[in-house]
Every structure is written in structure tokens, then in C-alpha cells.
């Protein structure tokens, strides 16, 4: 379920202590809540909702999944037609196995990918397409651990690499502008974009409809929306038929 044959709004809903909450420029601790992760899973999908992106914000920074228990009511919760991505906290390709035969269909590696880069290989043998790698940009260079260590990489030359090894999607936040409703850096976007054949999922500052347009336009596949949505600056559906007709 990597390739998204038509574009898509996806809501993000990010677990930390086992409540949603969004994140300021990936700061630990500039979180808003937001309640029960399940609550928060079937509004988006009674709204209309194809896919959920799920975030351990914990494991993201703890490196071990830690909200294990929250994400697992959500994917009990939602309907099987229901696409589920989920990122934070997975480190190993026996911890992706696990959680793709559980039901999610995608699973999220950043710091894992950047620092055991044949990992997605090895997951991709037995799960084709269901690896998205997490490219996390801050100051034009990929950064992991939590947005925390910068790693020097460019991250559409770091998209290439990885679409040879096999990932079946690229997950491209730019942290810079992230939970800031500030609006989305289209360039950085298209660069990525036009580094791979695989899809480019756009996450990252989205603060209005037309930004969810501009994501469209760079190329990308489907774009992850979390504060924008939760503050009420746009519905799912307005987003969504605002893409659909361009």
C-alpha cells in the first residue's frame, strides 16, 4: 500500500503519554494536546480520512516505541480500508515485521534508516513497498534523533539513496516550519520530488488549504497535516476537494 494512485490529505495523530498532541518545530515539550488517540482516529476517518499517520513522539525521542499500547487501540479501532503509517521508536526490521502483521500497512524509519541504511532492504524483502523512510530537514540537512543530530546529508540525495534500497515511499518534513502554521517551504518539497520515481509524502507547515494545493503542484503525493487541522484553520474536506480539482 505504498503507492497513493491519487493525491491525499492524510491527519497526523502524534501520541506522547498516550495523548495526541502536536509539536512546535519538533521541540519536546512546546506540545498542545488534543485527547484519546482513538477519539482522535475516528473523527478524522468519519471525516473522511483514507489514511492515518501515526507518531510515537516518545519512541521518536526515546528510541523505543512507547506508546505501544495507545497506537495498538488505534489500529484495533479503525476500519480495514483504512491506510495506517506509523513512525517513532522503530530501530529494528523484526520491530517493523511485527507491527506491519499487526495491520499497519507502512512503517515510518528516520534515525534507523540513517544509521543502519540496510535495514530498509531487509524489511522490504518480506513486506514489499511497506518501508517509508523519514527524511526529517532542518537547516537544508537531514537530522534524526528526534530532530536533534544533524547528519549532513542532503535529503534529496539521501531520497535517491534510499529508493535503491528499496523504500517504497519518502516521508519529507521540514522541521524548520513544523507546528508552526507558518506555511510549507515548496522548494525544498519539489527538490525531493524530483530526485525519485517513488511517492514523496509532504509534511510540515501546512497553515492553509492553499498550502495543501502548493503540495499538490510540487509533486507531491500526499501531504501529513496535524496542527492546522486540530486548530480548525481548514476541514479535512475542504483540503481534499480544494487538491481534487486542480
Avoid: C
Avoid at 148 to 157: I, N, R, V
Avoid at 184 to 190: L, N
Amino acid at each position: 500500500m505504498s503507492d497513493f494512485p491519487e493525491f491525499e490529505v492524510i491527519p497526523a495523530v502524534d501520541v506522547q503519554d498516550g495523548e495526541v498532541v502536536q509539536l512546535v518545530g519538533g521541540e519536546r515539550g512546546t506540545g498542545k494536546r488534543y485527547g484519546d488517540p482513538v477519539a482522535a482516529a475516528e473523527r478524522w476517518i468519519e471525516a473522511g480520512a483514507g489514511t492515518l499517520h501515526l507518531v510515537d513522539l516518545d519512541g521518536a525521542f526515546e528510541g523505543e516505541r512507547v506508546n505501544a499500547a495507545a497506537i495498538e487501540a488505534v489500529v484495533e479501532s479503525v476500519p480495514d480500508e483504512t491506510g495506517l503509517q506509523l513512525g517513532g521508536g522503530i530501530r529494528t526490521a523484526g520491530g517493523a515485521r511485527d507491527l506491519l502483521d499487526l495491520g499497519l500497512d507502512r512503517v515510518i524509519l528516520g534515525t534507523a534508516a540513517v544509521e543502519t541504511p540496510e535495514i530498509v532492504a531487509e524489511i522490504d524483502e518480506t513486506h514489499p513497498g511497506s518501508v517509508v523512510v523519514s527524511l526529517d530537514a532542518k537547516d537544508g540537512e537531514v537530522v534524526v534523533s528526534g530532530w536533534t543530530e544533524g547528519t549532513g546529508l542532503d535529503p534529496a540525495e539521501a531520497a535517491a539513496r534510499y529508493e535503491e534500497l528499496g523504500a517504497g515511499a519518502i516521508l519529507f518534513t521540514n522541521v524548520d516550519v513544523e507546528g508552526q502554521l507558518e506555511g510549507i517551504d515548496r522548494e525544498a518539497v519539489e527538490s525531493v520530488v524530483e530526485a525519485v520515481d517513488i511517492p514523496v509524502i509532504a509534511s510540515g507547515g501546512v497553515a492553509s488549504v492553499e498550502d495543501v494545493v502548493n503540495l499538490k503542484k510540487a509533486g507531491a503525493a500526499a501531504v501529513v497535516v496535524g496542527t492546522a487541522l486540530y486548530e480548525g484553520e481548514f476541514t479535512l474536506r475542504e483540503a481534499q476537494d480544494a487538491a481534487d480539482e486542480i
